[in-house]
């Protein structure tokens, strides 16, 4: 049951919260992953390279994971050391870079991605339909403050716009390529 907070020492509540909600859904997200040999980041770099149609740069990768160039590429080279993804020069740009899958990390995809999926679909299971509806929805109102505070004088709807776009595309994929992959259980 909530206290009755005032109004700051409900923001700092939401805020731990939400701190506490994504790193055990990392951490939960991890222990799912271990099995194949992944983290959630590493998995997550398979994911957007896969359903991005790879070869990808890089710094794209670092924009849709939102994480600094110097640190994903820091990523990208334990995952090539690792054997999941290759380097690949640009045949006209010799200077970029592009990093593809392996196929040890196609197969390693398609064992993770089910158990991704399941995990999601659990970690949601408390909410219902409606629930999550007002869940995204406010999350999305924080997420937009965040885009604005993070890029001040650019059009925070041109950025969420271009962000759902992409995301749109790459989660339909994903959820087609699980979908396939995933046993059907028979209902009696």
């Given at each position: 049951m909530m206290q009755d907070y005032g109004s700051e020492e409900l923001s700092v509540m939401l805020c731990r919260l939400v701190y506490l909600t994504y790193t055990r859904y990392k951490n939960g997200m991890d222990q799912t992953l271990r099995e194949q040999g992944l983290t959630m980041e590493q998995y997550l770099v398979l994911v957007n390279i896969r359903y991005n149609d790879a070869p990808m740069r890089i710094t794209d990768l670092a924009t849709w994971l939102e994480r600094s160039t110097n640190s994903m590429s820091m990523l990208v080279d334990r995952m090539v050391k690792t054997h999941l993804l290759r380097r690949i020069r640009d045949k006209r740009d010799r200077r970029v870079v592009n990093v593809s899958l392996?196929?040890?990390?196609?197969?390693?995809?398609?064992?993770?991605?089910?158990?991704a999926w399941e995990?999601?679909?659990?970690?949601?299971?408390?909410?219902?339909?409606?629930?999550?509806?007002?869940?995204?929805?406010?999350?999305?109102?924080?997420?937009?403050?965040?885009?604005?505070?993070?890029?001040?004088?650019?059009?925070?709807?041109?950025?969420?716009?271009?962000?759902?776009?992409?995301?749109?595309?790459?989660?339909?994929?994903?959820?087609?390529?699980?979908?396939?992959?995933?046993?059907?259980?028979?209902?009696?």
């Open positions: 392996t196929s040890k990390a196609e197969t390693i995809l398609e064992q993770a991605s089910p158990a995990f999601n679909q659990l970690t949601m299971s408390a909410l219902s339909y409606e629930d999550k509806h007002t869940f995204a929805n406010l999350f999305k109102m924080v997420n937009d403050k965040l885009l604005g505070y993070l890029n001040p004088g650019a059009t925070v709807e041109g950025i969420l716009e271009s962000d759902l776009k992409q995301r749109d595309y790459v989660m339909k994929k994903w959820r087609k390529q699980v979908q396939l992959a995933t046993p059907k259980v028979k209902r009696s």
